[in-house]
């Protein structure tokens, strides 16, 4: 399927409308649009983990289906993601982001009236490919609309803290409408998204993509959501195989195989999902491990933390969603100022500090015990983890995007969410595979439990700690000034089949 037709022979990409240097009022109403994606992505991961115990009662899955129906929102999101940024970049961003926007509603139906657990699975693949779309064309919508510097780093705080309110009104809802019916969790997206199409297709300006021919490297995307559905599926099944049976080992030998064949796609696709050269950037690098080790070890710790309040200690829906919120409220009351706190002291100190904070919070949680105080067991944990959240992850969002060509703003966006999604799905099987080899079974006391749950809390704790390492070493490069320009092909010079004019080199990153 490949063809002949060089980069250099096409038209330009089409030229964004100039980045704005101010916010007008019409421009705060697309962002708001656009920051219905975050939204609704942090209302899913609230009130998903909050119902997660009573979709299970109701629908009659064990502990291993009920993580697929996180998993396979993950699964789908993590793995189209790259496709998704690309597609946004190739067919323009208001397109997809509004379609994405479609089908998400949709999709959110299906899941509120699913009659079984593999429908309701099915339902979360599918939003999970919306999620694929919508999340990188809406954010290359934001670094593409505001100009780079202060305004953009506005915009990228509000893009972020409107994630963190929507977790806080995602916890909250998920425990009034879990102890009525869970089938109220799914459903509550679904008006939200209609309203963010009805305006969105009023404010949001038009942009038509590349001009001239497209190619789509599906071959690229399929091989990137069989590597990560082949890991995942590993992970969930060995303890039940055996960590080192054929079986298991060739799951893992298959993933290896899947990311070998993609990178050799990507190297000669004429329109790769990902440029390779961007991965020389150790900037980019850092920011991608970064997120997939951050975001991994958050979606474990709130899977652990849902079922020992709710299924150890006996908490309701609610009291578990109220006990998780203070996390989120600290990360809205500190949205008006992380953007000019980042631009003072810089992503990468803001970063590894938010890593700190969470890895603290995790650590701090081993000593939860069968009769915890809230004020001194509990508490302290979700404070440090929303204060290492509001720090860590709008400086991860600025990091990743700054200095990036606007013609590939939604491939950068794919890869990073990617990796997001990525750390969130892999990690958290790792998690829930540690959990169940050290459950003593179906007879387990709650002591026998608790230690299952503090096994899998520890894996949190140096995956937490795996990714501040990581980060820590962009202190290096943020004292020695910033970075050096991410590797582009040279004038005229193919990378596989594309080629890049003159003019085209990437600016710095800048951490």
Request: avoid cysteine.
């Amino acid at each position: 399927m490949h063809t002949h037709v060089l980069f250099s022979s096409m038209s330009a990409p089409h030229p964004s409308p100039a980045a704005a240097q101010t916010l007008t009022p019409r421009l705060w109403g697309v962002l708001a649009v656009l920051s219905t994606a975050q939204f609704l992505d942090a209302v899913n991961l609230a009130m998903v983990g909050v119902a997660l115990p009573s979709i299970g009662t109701d629908l009659h899955l064990s502990t291993e289906a009920m993580q697929w129906v996180l998993t396979g929102y993950t699964l789908a999101y993590g793995g189209l993601l790259l496709l998704g940024g690309r597609t946004a970049d190739l067919l323009g961003r208001r397109r997809i982001f509004l379609i994405a926007l479609g089908v998400s509603a949709a999709a959110s139906l299906v899941a509120g009236i699913a009659g079984s657990g593999d429908l309701l699975i099915a339902a979360r693949f599918v939003k999970g490919v919306s999620a694929a779309f919508l999340g990188p064309a809406g954010m290359a919508l934001v670094t593409t609309t505001f100009a780079e510097g202060p305004v953009r780093n506005r915009a990228m705080s509000v893009y972020t803290s409107v994630g963190a309110l929507g977790f806080s009104v995602g916890l909250v809802l998920s425990g009034v409408l879990t102890d009525t019916s869970w089938r109220l969790t799914m459903l509550l997206p679904a008006p939200i998204a209609v309203a963010g199409l009805i305006v969105g297709l009023r404010l949001i300006p038009g942009d038509s993509g590349v001009r001239g021919p497209r190619r789509y490297d599906l071959p690229g995307a399929v091989t990137a959501t069989a590597a990560m559905m082949a890991i995942v599926y590993t992970i969930v099944k060995g303890p039940e195989w055996g960590w080192g049976s054929g079986r298991t080992l060739s799951g893992f030998g298959l993933t290896v195989l899947l990311i070998a064949v993609f990178a050799g796609l990507e190297l000669r696709a004429e329109q790769p999902l990902v440029r390779l050269g961007l991965l020389r950037s150790s900037s980019q690098l850092q920011v991608n491990v970064g997120t997939a080790t951050f975001m991994g070890a958050f979606t474990g710790f709130q899977f652990i933390v849902t079922l020992y309040l709710q299924r150890l200690l006996g908490w309701s829906a609610l009291e578990t969603a109220l006990a998780i919120l203070p996390s989120g409220v600290l990360m809205v009351l500190a949205a008006p100022w992380i953007g000019a706190v980042i631009g003072r002291y810089g992503t990468a100190r803001m970063t590894v500090l938010g890593f700190a904070f969470t890895a603290a919070g995790y650590a701090l949680f081993l000593g939860a015990d069968l009769h915890p105080s809230y004020v001194t067991a509990i508490l302290p944990s979700m404070l440090l983890v929303g204060a290492g959240i509001t720090l860590a992850f709008p400086s991860m969002n600025i990091q990743v995007t700054s200095g990036i060509r606007a013609d590939e703003q939604g491939m950068v966006s794919g890869l990073y969410k990617t990796s997001t999604q990525v750390g969130g799905g892999v990690f958290t099987a790792v998690v829930t595979a540690v959990v169940t080899a050290s459950a003593a079974g179906a007879d387990s006391t709650p002591r026998q439990v608790l230690d299952s749950y503090r096994a899998g809390l520890y894996v949190i704790t140096v995956i937490a700690l795996l990714g501040l390492a990581v980060t820590a070493l962009g202190l290096r490069g943020a004292r020695r000034g910033p970075a050096g320009p991410i590797p582009a092909p040279r004038p005229g010079v193919e990378l596989g089949k594309e080629r890049v004019g003159p003019g085209k080199e990437s600016a710095p990153v800048r951490d």
